[in-house]
T-cell receptor, first 114, second 114 residues
Framework: GDSVTQMEGPVTLSEEAFLTINCTYT??????LFWYVQYPGEGLQLLLK?????DKGSNKGFEATYRKETTSFHLEKGSVQVSDSAVYFC?????????????FGGGTRVLVKP | ETGVTQTPRHLVMGMTNKKSLKCEQH?????MYWYKQSAKKPLELMFV???????ENNSVPSRFSPECPNSSHLFLHLHTLQPEDSALYLC?????????????FGPGTRLLVL
């Protein structure tokens, strides 16, 4: 079945540091890939997505590129802020799965210190 | 109201109580989902409704009973829960076309079972 693996946290950084969160996936079909973010006390928000190989999703300074050859979708940001402290989830959606089902990774907690 | 709303935001119940969680989406979507988010566990998909029909039921205990009366509303009826059912329950919706579409999440209901 489909699965998503992402690096375990917590990841602790100083403000303006470079952030990378690794994500790899296993899928039988040709999935769409997503990064969701969950701020404290809130639900999940879509951060960015990519629907085909070599697509780059970007939003709020975050980027991730759909790498089919390495089955990866690593999240990067060049200069983090304290407000980026949150839990980040990598996910995939298999287009052939009934109901547009999402498969999530375990989440990576990021803490940015001033 | 915009997006996906959930009520109540917090709920404390005893093991013999019956309660219901409500989700409403204002996005015109045709699919809705219930997820369970427990501490230190990956997000678990519980139920999927597409065009008001249940298309996925991930071996969820019968003490959780979903209801989707129309495309905008989704309920999760709870009865005789166990303390291990304490978690954040997230609702989401999406517009299914060819698959791989984005899911939009509500803020969640934080449930505590005593």
């Amino acid at each position: 079945g489909d699965s998503v693996t992402q690096m375990e946290g917590p990841v602790t950084l100083s403000e303006e540091a470079f952030l990378t969160i690794n994500c790899t996936y296993t899928a039988t079909g040709y999935p769409s890939l997503f990064w969701y973010v969950q701020y404290p006390g809130e639900g999940l928000q879509l951060l960015l997505k990519a629907t085909k190989a070599d697509d780059k999703g970007s939003n709020k300074g975050f980027e991730a590129t759909y790498r089919k050859e390495t089955t990866s979708f690593h999240l990067e940001k060049g200069s983090v802020q304290v407000s980026d402290s949150a839990v980040y989830f990598c996910a995939l959606s298999d287009r052939k799965a009934a109901g547009n089902k999402l498969t999530f990774g375990g989440g990576t907690r990021v803490l940015v210190k001033p | 109201e915009t997006g996906v709303t959930q009520t109540p935001r917090h709920l404390v119940m005893g093991m013999t109580n019956k309660k219901s969680l409500k989700c409403e989406q204002h996005l015109g979507h045709n699919a809705m989902y219930w997820y369970k988010q427990s501490a230190k566990k990956p997000l678990e998909l519980m139920f999927v409704y597409s065009l008001e029909e249940r298309v996925e039921n991930n071996s969820v205990p019968s003490r959780f009973s979903p209801e989707c009366p129309n495309s905008s509303h989704l309920f999760l009826h709870l009865h005789t829960l166990q303390p291990e059912d304490s978690a954040l329950y997230l609702c989401a919706s999406s517009q299914i076309r060819s698959g791989g579409e984005t899911q939009y999440f509500g803020p969640g209901t934080r449930l505590l079972v005593l």
